[in-house]
T-cell receptor, first 114, second 111 residues
Framework: EAGVAQSPRYKIIEKRQSVAFWCNPISGHATLYWYQQILGQGPKLLIQFQNNGVVDDSQLPKDRFSAERLKGVDSTLKIQPAKLEDSAVYLC????????????FGNGTRLTVT | DAKTTQPNSMESNEEEPVHLPCNHSTISGTDYIHWYRQLPSQGPEYVIHGLTSNVNNRMASLAIAEDRKSSTLILHRATLRDAAVYYCIRLSGAGSYQLTFGKGTKLSVIP
């Protein structure tokens, strides 16, 4: 089974620029998550989708971050404008059903904001 | 609030068993314990999960204390590939399915 695909693998931008990350979950996985992982810390949940609906976006900085999951499959996470503190690895994960199924993570996009 | 407590780091010799502890003293009766690990430059990887009784799979064993306030992830024979950060996560039995990661335990394996 193919894993969770994310692109790009690395991205370097200047502050105030915009950036977008793409995620393709495992086929058939209804639940999709975006996590932010700052160096030396554990991943922090940004947003959770169930099919194409948002379950929880309470930790998403909505003044600059946005995410969508069209047709309940692929998802994009956008930052506009970026700040220095947004430098992190952005991880996408998916699971088969909402509760108690293992999460499958992609290898993430490493963002550096200069 | 990760709701679990783990040592920051541990060391193990290659080919020896490793016992990674986790404290979750405020756990409720319907909360599951999940373990994930993260190898360098990779996303987290599911290891094992359990509720009350001990669990085994091809990767590891999970021993849960009788009062459920603590658990131990057991790697039966550490290899260099097991060097990673191990996260112990308490998953609430109520509400949406969200994993809250703490800082985890960084396991070093010595050849």
């Amino acid at each position: 089974e193919a894993g969770v695909a994310q692109s790009p693998r690395y991205k370097i931008i200047e502050k105030r620029q915009s950036v977008a990350f793409w995620c393709n979950p495992i086929s058939g996985h209804a639940t999709l998550y975006w996590y932010q992982q700052i160096l030396g810390q554990g991943p922090k949940l940004l947003i959770q989708f169930q099919n194409n609906g948002v379950v929880d976006d309470s930790q998403l900085p909505k003044d600059r971050f946005s995410a969508e999951r069209l047709k309940g499959v692929d998802s994009t996470l956008k930052i506009q404008p970026a700040k220095l503190e947004d430098s992190a690895v952005y991880l996408c994960a998916s699971s088969l059903v909402a509760w108690n199924s293992p999460l499958h993570f992609g290898n993430g996009t490493r963002l550096t904001v200069t | 609030d990760a709701k679990t407590t783990q040592p920051n780091s541990m060391e193990s010799n290659e080919e020896e068993p490793v016992h990674l502890p986790c404290n979750h003293s405020t756990i409720s009766g319907t909360d599951y314990i999940h373990w994930y690990r993260q190898l360098p430059s990779q996303g987290p990887e599911y290891v094992i999960h359990g509720l009350t009784s001990n669990v085994n799979n091809r990767m590891a064993s999970l021993a849960i204390a009788e009062d459920r306030k603590s658990s131990t992830l057991i790697l039966h024979r550490a290899t260099l590939r097991d060097a990673a950060v191990y996260y112990c996560i308490r998953l609430s039995g109520a509400g949406s399915y969200q994993l809250t990661f703490g800082k985890g335990t960084k396991l070093s394996v010595i050849p």
